[in-house]
Structures are given as C-alpha cells and as structure tokens.
C-alpha cells in the first residue's frame, strides 16, 4: 500500500490523516500501543493548571449508538504532566499535542506559557467547552468573544500550533469557527461531545453521579459531519473532524466533507487498533479509486 | 449462571486469579463487556454469567464456532501469599474464585471458600475447596445468614460480591483484598470512566489499578453499591 | 391495567401520555390505526399556507441508531388539510394538533386565524424550526426574540392551545423555552430534528439531495432527554418530551425528567403499533412499582 | 442470489405480483428493509435477495426458526389484463416475477419473460413462462445485449429492475407498468420519505401509489439511478 496519507496541517507535517482524541488515548502510555505506526498525532488528555479528582461515579452510561462520559477533566495537573509524561512524548515519532483547560482565558494563557518550550510539546488544543467561571459559568465554546479571548490568550503565549476544539451545542458553529480564526488559532477541531443525560428509572434520577455528560460514538456522526463541514465551510484553516469515527469509511465522508484530518476517540475504547484500522482503510479506500495521495480525495466544500 | 468457554491460549497461559477479559462481538453493544476469567486450561477460559441485559443476552445465545473479541488478562489480580486462605464470595463472586484456589493452592496455602446466596437454588455447585461453607440469606442450605458472618479468619481474606457484600467485608477485614465492579469504558486504562473512590481521597480505576483492592482502600460510602444501567434499542 | 395514565395539558385533557409526533404519523388516516386506542392525542405533518412539494430524493439515509430525513414538509396547504382532513379528525376520541410552518411570524398568525374554530383541529403546535426568510434564513427556534414574535402572532389569533416545539441545536434552550412561555404558548414541544449530513463515498457529495437532513431516532434520545429537562427546568408550563422513543423506558425516562407527556416518531416507522407499546407499558412499569396514576411518578426537576 | 422462506399466512393469501412486504428483525438495523414478495404458496412466502449491506447480509445468516417480523403486503401491484404479458426484468428484478406469471395466467394471458444480466453466471434459474428470453450484456448467454432490446412487445409490459434499466424501458414502452425501487423510511405512506418524482411535477410515494407506476408518469431523470447509502455500526 503506498498512497501518501501525510497531510500539512499549516506548517505541522503528519504522516497520517488519523489522530488520537483527547481523553480517549491517556497520555499515551496507557493503551497498547499497537497503532503508533499509524498515528497521526496524539492529543492528550484535558489539563488544568492544577491536579482534579474528577467526578464521583457512576462516570459513564451507554446509549444507543454512543456512550455518556463525565469525567470531570481528572488529571495530575500540568506539573505532573510535564514531570511524568513529556519526556516520553520527546522520543516518540508522532506530535503530541496537549488539551488546554481553564476556567478564565488567563488560566488557558498560563498553560501555554508553562508548556511553551517543554520538550515533547508539539502544539495546543484548546478544549472551549469548559464552563467560564468568570462569566456565570457559559461555555466559553457557546460565546464567539469569548472563544475569541481564548484563543489569543493562548496565542500570545506560544509560537507552538494552537489548534481549537469546538463545542457542538452552538446555533452558528460557522460564527464561532470564524472568531477563533481571527484571534489566531492554526486549526479547528470540531467537534467536542454533545450534553446528554440518561435517567435511572429504579433511582429516579440521572445515571450520571454528574447528572449530565458529554455523548460521543457512532451516534453523533451524522451531527459531526455536517457541523465539521459548516466549520470547514466558514474558515480558511484546516479543519479536523471528530465524532463517532470507528471505519475507515466514517473517516472518509468527514475527509470529503472538507476536513484535512480526524481524530478517533470512543472507537479506541473498543478497538485498540481502530486508528491503525482506520488509516489502513484510508489508504486501501484511496488505491481502490485509483489515487496516489489524500490530496487527490474529491472534497465537497461549497464556501460560504 | 452460564459457564461460557472462549478459546484463548494466550490469555489462558498467563491469566492470574481476578484478572479480567474485555470481551466484544459484532452485533453486540457498542462497548466491550467486562467479565472474570473464571477458569483457564490449555488453550480455553471459562467466563461464568448470567442475562443480566442485552449484551450478557447475546452472548448467552451464542454458539459453538462463534468468534468474540477478548481483550486480556487485564487489571491487577489478587496477591495470595501465607499459610492460609478465605474465600468469601455472593452471587456471581463466584467468578474468580477457582483461579484463586488454583493459585492459593500453588502457593501451598490452605483454602477456605465461603459462598452465600439468597436461597439454596442460587448456591454455586461448582465450589472448590479444602474446606467449604455455604451459607444462605433463608437458612434454605448451609449456614443462616451472609457469607461474611459464616466465614473463618485467615492469613489472606479474597472476596467477591455485591458492592455492598464488599462493604461488610471491609468492616471485618479492613485488609481483606476485594474484587469490585464497576461501569467500565475502555477497560485499559485510558478512558477514566471506572473510577473507584479511594479513602485516601481522589479516584483508582478499576481496570487498571483495580479491580482488586485492600478493602481499607476504598470509600466505601461513595462507591456506587447498585449499578442499575440498561442499554435501549 | 388499571392506572390512570391520563394528563392535563393546561387544560387539554388527554387519555395518555403518549403522542403521535408530526410528521411521523402523516394526517392520521394512513397508518393502519391499531394503537389510537392508546393515542394521547396525534400532532398533524407540518403545513404551510400553500401546499409545496418537498424535496427531491434520495430523502432519508439511515445511520448509526437513527436516520436524517428530508422531506422539505411536503404538504398540500392549508385548504386541502381542511378540505380532506379536518372532518375526519372531528370524529375521532383524541386530539388533533396542527404543526404549522411559515416563513414569516404573519404567515404563522394567518395559518392559526384560518384553522381556529375548524371543526377537528384541537389546537396548534408551532415548529419554529423553519428558516425565518424576512430574516436572512435564521432559523425562528435559534432566536429567543424570533421565536417569541412567532409564538404571539399564532396567540393572537386563537383561543385555542398553542404549543411551541423547540429547535435542539441552542446554546442555552432554556432561554427560548422562557421567551416563548412568556409570548404566552401553552405547552412545550422538545424537541425536533438535529441538523445532520451524510456523505455518498462512490459520488462524493452529501447522501440528501438537500444535502442536510434531521436526525431522529434512538442516537438522539440521550440529547434530547437533558434538552427537554433543560426546558422543563425553565418553564412552569408543561414540556412534551421528544426523541428516540421506542420503548415505554424510553418514555419513562423524558417523564422522570419533569416532561408532562411525550411523543414518538420514527419508531412508528419500524413498529406499527409503537404508540400502543409504549403506552401499556408505562401502565405496567406503574403498576409494578405500586403506583395507581402517572401523576405519583417521581420526578427528577430541581428548578432553576 | 438467496431465496429466504417466511410463513405469513395472510399475506401469502392475499398478496398481488408486485406488492412488498418490509422486513424487521430484533437485532437489525434501525429501519425496516422492503422486499417484493417473490412467491406465495399455502402459508408461506418467499423473497428473494442478495447481501448488499448490513441487513440483507444478517437476513442470509437467518436459521429455520429465526422469527422475522413482516409487515404487508404493501403498496399497490401490477395491473394485468389483456392477451399477452412481457415481463422484462434485469439482476434482482426477478423479485416481483414469479407471482406476476401466476397472476397473468389466472387471468388468461400469454406469458413472455425476458430476463436480463451481465453474464451467464448472474441469470436467474428459475425464470418461467411460455416463453422465455435471455439476454446478457457480455453474450455469453441468450442474446446479446439488454433486455429491453431482446423483449418482444405485448398488451401488457411490466418490468423490474434498475432504474436505469426501467429508464431504458419507458422509452420504448410509455405505457409499461415498472417496479422502482427508493429508500424507504416506513413503507407505509407516513414518512414522505420514498418519493418518486413525477413528470406532471411532484412527488408520489413509492410505497402506497407505487412502487408500480405507469412508465410515462416517472421523471426518470430525478429518479436517483444509484442508490448509495450503507449504515455504519
Ligand atoms: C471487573 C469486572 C468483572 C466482572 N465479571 C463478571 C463476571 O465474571 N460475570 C458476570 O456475569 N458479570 C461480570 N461483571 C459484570 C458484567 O460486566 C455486567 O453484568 C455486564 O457488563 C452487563 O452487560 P449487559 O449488556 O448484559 O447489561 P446492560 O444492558 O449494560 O445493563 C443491564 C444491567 O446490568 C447491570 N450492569 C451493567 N453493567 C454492569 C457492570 N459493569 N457491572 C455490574 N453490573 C452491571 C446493571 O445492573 C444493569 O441494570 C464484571 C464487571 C466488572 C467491572
Ligand atoms: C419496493 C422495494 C422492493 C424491493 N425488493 C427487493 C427484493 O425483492 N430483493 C432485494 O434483494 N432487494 C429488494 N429491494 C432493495 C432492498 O430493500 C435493499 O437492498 C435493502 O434495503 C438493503 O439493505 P441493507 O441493510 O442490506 O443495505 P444498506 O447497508 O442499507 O445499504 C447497502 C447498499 O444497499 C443498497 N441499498 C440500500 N437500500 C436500498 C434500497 N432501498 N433500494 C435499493 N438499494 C438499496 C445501496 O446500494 C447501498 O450501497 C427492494 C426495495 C424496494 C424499495
Ligand atoms: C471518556 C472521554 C473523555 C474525554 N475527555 C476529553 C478531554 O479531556 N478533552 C477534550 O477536549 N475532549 C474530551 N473528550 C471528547 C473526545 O476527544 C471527542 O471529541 C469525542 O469523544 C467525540 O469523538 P468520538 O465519538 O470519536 O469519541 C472525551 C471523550 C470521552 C469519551
Ligand atoms: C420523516 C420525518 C418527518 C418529520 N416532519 C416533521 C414536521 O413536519 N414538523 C415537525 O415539527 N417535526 C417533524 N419531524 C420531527 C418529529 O416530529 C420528531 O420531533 C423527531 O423525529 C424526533 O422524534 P423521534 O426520534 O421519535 O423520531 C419529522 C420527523 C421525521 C422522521
Ligand atoms: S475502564 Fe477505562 S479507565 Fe478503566
Ligand atoms: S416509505 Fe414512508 S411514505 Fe413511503
């Protein structure tokens, strides 16, 4: 199999259209790693400045087509990050981006800062769908402004790409996607889960200890297609599409849809070698038709 | 209870008592399924169930010939040293107690198993022991009362059951080494989702640190004692 | 059987809680009738002023626990509806509810004008999940001031209950639920279609001729179960769940979760007798926990 | 190509060639899947099918005794009345065939069927009639070419197949009576979601107005002509 499936997300060369989304992958030490052959990037698990307990069980409930999560963003804090994980990330052959988390844009700037220059630190995710406390705690995601702040805040701080996840309970992800473009951001990732919730009819009350949690899975792809492909629509950076991948095939229609990559997430969960999977289904999709490069994929990307 | 054998030579040769397989299958729910390895010989495990919801459902219904994805042997399984050994299991804890007695046994240890169920009808007839105590909640066979009342001390307590089973069993034994269940997500150790809450404060997974623990360990009070979830169509 | 399953909605007496969704059930004299036993009462296809001809096919594509359709509300108008089936739903023993569709909030006001006091229209459910033309194609649910006007204009001109069904893809449903409460709508309908695309991998384009459709079926449930909480939340008027309901679990769960009521749709598709289902089985889920009404459910709704 | 048996007793006694039924299944796709029925005989029914997708490939894994719920029959069938019928269908075309043989002949007409495929290996074995055509694109069998080019003409054309092929056969026959084929949502008339565009503008459903239609009527070129779509686990 020899297609080219190396793709240029502004200047970051990848050697492969398929990532590992945030806080499905750990910090990458975790899983077998059989897929790092395939690895496009990884993007680690959400950070805060500071180390979270995250929230009390029951943390996940499947659905049909898709699995609740509420997590609550647990993690060692980014000292411990850069102690315990970064220098692993400095020997692998893959980026490693880490997944920003703040409850102000300071915080997010500050987490830049301190990682700006870490060997093993490719670039930034910025994760918008955190409440902003400052704010009576709206997403951030949900407010072009405020994502807009966000994303400067971080760009200030660093020279390393910034690339920002977008939240997909938002009316417009078009106006959204064009603000954090205008503050700076090198790529959007779209899309973050949606809030569900799912009751216990024994307890008559959520499921979830959290009451509510973010959906992600097969289920989703429908929504995360179309919203990736608005995104991509509205922007001139590239867009990376998430949400509900698991077949080469599903990677396919967001490629088509207008994005220059994905990421896999809930997939890995069930098959810790659906990245490689998916990306051998990309190259095998691609000979079929007779392309020699992801490049040459027919895009369906009417602008705006 | 259902004894599903799956042919897995890898998993068999190294599986330790209270260790667990992931297991998935087409046509199945869209996570893997946690399950004990109940026995292992040769080439094949044994995984004991019963239909609690469609994903034990389905597999229940398979046949021979059918092919599962089976993840493992993952999770920590239990430490067994010293002279002897309580096994105090209720229900389907019954799952890693014959890789416990094998390996007690390898360990030269003298082995007590202690089974208790509602009634006579649910008592697992497939116990193993130098010495075994039944014990049901109607007095129907053996003693009357918990399995955890029924039980003797020894120099390593194991025991699987109900959360709330485990419970009793941390207040008598604090050092006692439990088997918990949780709702799980990867079962590797990436997703966070099996969180069991710790007395020290903070979060284990019980995939990965777990899903045995010292019975002191866990908080007990905010370890979910009732996982009531169900999959729709 | 002996529980009382039947609800008030603001004075709209049903005989059970669970509905036929529009759309799904057409104008009522098409499915083989099996389940009106156990209809609550049928919401009506959505109507425009003037009859229109929908979207050309493909216009459904099944994905993973649900399906996007694109119908365009297809329709004949308004007159035919009176005309061909109004004097049928005069005789039945359940509610008819008409959805009404416009592309300004007057055409709404003269829809509601031009149906009050026709013999089997019972009253109105307004989807606000159609583009607002006069302003840019916005959609009216997406806009609390939007949707607010509509809801007034339809208020105006009818004395009879106005339900207001509410667009999923907001940021904060819980505003548009308060806007459309205080311009004095009757009940809350959550929630319609989310927004979704899917991609043809041999042609290179979206699978709908229009390119989007709306997502429905089980995938969503999760969604739509905490939008419609959200809402319920909100309001002090009675929210009607909608979502991915084929089971009377299902259903149970929107109840639990502070709904009055609910409706089902694309199950319909699958099981004939959907309505029916879920109806006895919420009389035996009652029945086995002890409860003698619906009303001794216990609800989750902590208010905002 | 498969035959798959159902015992539906009241639709095996009642069905007319070229009505439906659409097919559900616990453990299926989401939505039904419509199928012509292919035969009927006492309480029993046939369809006939080939794995193209997620469900007709778990309909093929179907064992003697799997429950299949049938919904039908449904939608309107062919108009056969006159002295002689042609029946021009091509690959899985075949479906609605048989019971229009059965149908023609109880009325008294003469039965021509021609039958249509790439190659020799893909006709289909049991074709009947009084006369019968093959035509394969590659000539290893029959004639070579097309159907439509190998029929003859007769009062009554009825045809099955792509649409493309049915486009072929509206050309030369306005007055043919075709079977299209379109997504369906809920087969029976709810969803709007099978529409069939018409020439007088507008849209019929395929699964109550059709899925025969008077070949003149259909706006061939809005008819999708592939219908891609595949659900994804
Ligand atoms: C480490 C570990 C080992 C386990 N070993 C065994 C075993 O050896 N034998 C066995 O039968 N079961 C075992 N379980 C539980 C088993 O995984 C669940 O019963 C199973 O996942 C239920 O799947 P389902 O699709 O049938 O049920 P679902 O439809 O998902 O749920 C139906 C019901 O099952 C129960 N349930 C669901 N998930 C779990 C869970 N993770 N833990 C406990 N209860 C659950 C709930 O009470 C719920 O009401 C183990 C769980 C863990 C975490
Ligand atoms: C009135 C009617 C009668 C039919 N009779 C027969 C029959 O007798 N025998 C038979 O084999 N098939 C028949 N079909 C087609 C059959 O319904 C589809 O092949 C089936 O739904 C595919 O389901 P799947 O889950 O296997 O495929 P999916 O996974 O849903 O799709 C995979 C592929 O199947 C094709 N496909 C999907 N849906 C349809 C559809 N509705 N029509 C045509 N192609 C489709 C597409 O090319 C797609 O690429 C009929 C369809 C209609 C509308
Ligand atoms: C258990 C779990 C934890 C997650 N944690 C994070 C996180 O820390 N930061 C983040 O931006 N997204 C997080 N996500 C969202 C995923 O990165 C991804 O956007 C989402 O799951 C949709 O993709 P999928 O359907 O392939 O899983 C998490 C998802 C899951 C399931
Ligand atoms: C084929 C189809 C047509 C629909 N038409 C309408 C409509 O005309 N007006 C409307 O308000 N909702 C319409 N809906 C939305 C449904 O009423 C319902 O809100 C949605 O399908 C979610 O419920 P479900 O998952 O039970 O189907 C339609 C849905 C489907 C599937
Ligand atoms: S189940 Fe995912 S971390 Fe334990
Ligand atoms: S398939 Fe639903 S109207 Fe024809």
């Not at chain 1, 990532?19 to 910090?27: D, R």
């Not at chain 2, 469609?54 to 059918?66: I, P, R, S, V, Y």
């Not at chain 2, 022991?129 to 001390?153: E, K």
């Not at chain 2, 990965?208 to 004692?225: C, F, N, Q, R, T």
Request: include cysteine; aromatic fraction near 6%.
């Amino acid at each position: 199999m020899n297609a080219d499936l190396s793709v240029d997300i502004r200047g970051m060369r990848l050697r492969g259209p398929v990532l590992a989304a945030s806080g499905t992958f750990g910090y990458g030490t975790e899983v077998p790693l059989l897929e790092r052959r395939a690895l496009g990037a990884m993007v680690s698990k959400g950070i805060f400045l500071r180390a979270r307990e995250g929230t009390a069980p029951p943390r996940i409930v499947e659905t049909p087509g898709g699995m609740l999560n509420a997590i609550g963003l647990q993690g060692p804090g980014v000292e411990a990050l850069i102690r315990d994980f970064a220098p692993s990330w400095a020997e692998w052959d893959f980026p490693v981006l880490v997944n920003i988390n703040g409850e102000s844009s300071s915080e997010y700037g500050e987490l830049a800062a301190r990682l700006d220059g870490v060997p093993g630190v490719a670039g930034f995710e910025i994760n918008i769908s955190c409440p902003n406390v400052e704010q009576g705690g709206l997403y951030f995601g949900n407010d072009p402004r405020a994502a807009a702040a966000v994303t400067e805040a971080v760009r200030r701080r660093t020279k390393l790409p910034v690339w920002v996840k977008l939240t997909p309970m938002v009316s417009d992800i078009g106006v959204i996607a064009r603000a954090v473009e205008g503050a700076g951001a090198d790529a959007l990732c779209a899309i973050n889960t949606f809030v569900g919730m799912s009751i216990d009819l024994n307890a008559y009350k959520p499921r979830l200890s959290f009451r509510t949690g973010g959906l992600s899975g097969p289920a989703i792809r429908p929504l995360a297609v179309h919203l990736a492909h608005q995104a991509a629509r509205a922007v001139r950076i590239p867009v990376i599409g998430i949400g509900g991948i698991t077949r080469a095939e599903d990677a396919l229609e967001f490629l088509v849809a207008g994005c220059a990559a994905v990421q896999v997430g809930t997939a890995t969960f069930v098959n810790p070698k659906a990245i490689a999977d998916v990306h051998d289904g990309i190259a095998a999709f691609l000979e079929a038709k007779g392309f020699s490069a992801l490049t040459d994929l027919p895009r369906y990307l009417p602008r705006d | 209870m259902f004894v599903l054998g799956l042919e897995a030579p890898e998993i068999a040769s190294s599986v330790r008592a209270g260790q667990f397989v992931n297991l998935g299958w087409a046509g199945g729910p869209l996570l893997r399924r946690p399950f004990s390895v109940y026995r292992a010989d040769g080439d094949h495990i044994e995984v004991v169930l019963k239909a609690v919801g469609a994903g034990t459902a389905q597999l229940l219904g398979m046949e021979l010939g059918d092919r599962v994805s089976c993840l493992g042997p993952l999770g920590r399984g239990f430490e067994l040293a010293g002279r002897s050994a309580v096994l105090v299991s209720g229900g389907l804890g019954v799952a890693p107690m014959p890789l416990v007695v094998r390996d007690a046994r390898t360990s030269g240890m003298e082995v007590t198993w202690v089974h208790g169920a509602r009634t006579a009808a649910e008592l697992c007839a497939e116990a193993e022991g130098d010495t075994l105590i039944w014990a049901t909640d109607d007095g129907s066979q053996g003693f009357h009362g918990t399995a955890v009342a029924a039980a003797p001390d020894g120099d390593v307590v194991v025991a699987c059951g109900p959360n709330r089973m485990l419970a009793a069993v941390a207040e008598r034994w604090p050092h006692a080494q439990v088997a918990v269940e949780t709702y799980m997500g990867c079962g590797t150790g990436v997703c966070l989702g099996c969180a069991v809450p710790l007395r020290r404060g903070g979060y284990d997974r019980a995939c990965k640190e777990g899903p045995v623990y010292h019975a002191a360990d866990i908080d007990w009070s905010a370890l979910p004692s009732h996982l009531a979830y169900a999959v729709g169509a």
